[in-house]
């Protein structure tokens, strides 16, 4: 009597055919994995952005009104008090304790709030491993970049303390619409340089790392995402809202 229980092992064909549906299956799940936990990194950058584009609002409650610099100059710049001179806005901002982390270092890879999770690069697209730190889009500890015009003078030239113009939160014309703090990277077109701590559209700054999408607070406290920019690679890249807070 034949036993039912046996059954034939599997045919080449039948475990080829298995294996072609595994691989199909795959293919198609891959991608949906890869987009859903990119969106997890892209809103763990958002969370950081919401807490810089806060930060920048109480630095302005807490110093009359007045919009950070990228770079204070000296101890007499508002808020530098507790950074000292010639200090970065991510370090004062630590420093004054307006974020919950450590000052960033000068020479190391950004950590924290300040790495944005979806960036792997470092220097000239080399993995981001705290080498050479001071270029590529690891510079002075940052991921992200504060938007230059805050409390700079309409002009092409390089920031400078001569340069500086003190914005009040107050006088922004349109601040659901422009950025305070949002993903600057080293362009991918440049060879050399490096990704600053500012963010302006002449020098290619804002870092589209999100699947061709870049985060950015707004002087509102909220937070977009945007597909380009405006004015890009523009030396009068302050002639749109995004960038410039009050009329130029």
Request: proline share 4%; charged share 20%.
């Amino acid at each position: 009597m034949k036993n039912d229980s046996l059954r034939a092992p599997f045919t080449l064909i039948e475990l080829l055919v298995v294996i072609a549906i595994i691989a199909i299956l795959a293919a198609m799940l891959l991608p949906a994995l890869a987009q859903a936990r990119e969106r997890g990194k892209s809103s763990k950058c958002v969370s950081h952005l919401k807490t810089f584009g806060t930060a920048v609002i109480f630095y302005c409650d807490t110093y009359n009104d007045v919009m950070p610099t990228t770079h204070f100059y000296s101890v007499s710049d508002e808020g530098v008090v507790g950074a000292g001179g010639n200090t970065y806005w991510q370090q004062a901002f630590a420093a004054l304790k307006l974020v919950n982390t450590a000052i960033p270092s000068n020479v190391l890879a950004p950590k924290g709030i300040f790495a944005c999770p979806t960036e792997t690069n470092g220097v000239l697209g080399r993995k981001d491993d705290g080498s050479s730190a001071s270029v590529g889009n690891t510079y002075k500890g940052t991921h992200y970049g504060m938007n230059r015009y805050l409390s700079h003078k309409y002009v092409s030239s390089a920031s400078s303390a001569s340069r500086l113009e003190r914005r009040k939160l107050s006088k922004v014309v349109k601040p659901s619409a422009t950025c305070s703090v949002g993903d600057k990277w080293f362009y991918i077109g440049r060879t050399s340089g490096y990704a600053q701590v500012d963010l302006r559209a002449y020098n290619y700054l804002p870092g589209e790392r999100h699947s061709g999408r870049w985060n950015y607070a707004t002087l509102d406290g909220g937070v977009k995402s945007m597909k380009g920019y405006p004015c890009k690679g523009s030396s009068s890249d302050w002639k749109d809202w995004l960038w410039a807070p009050t009329q130029w």
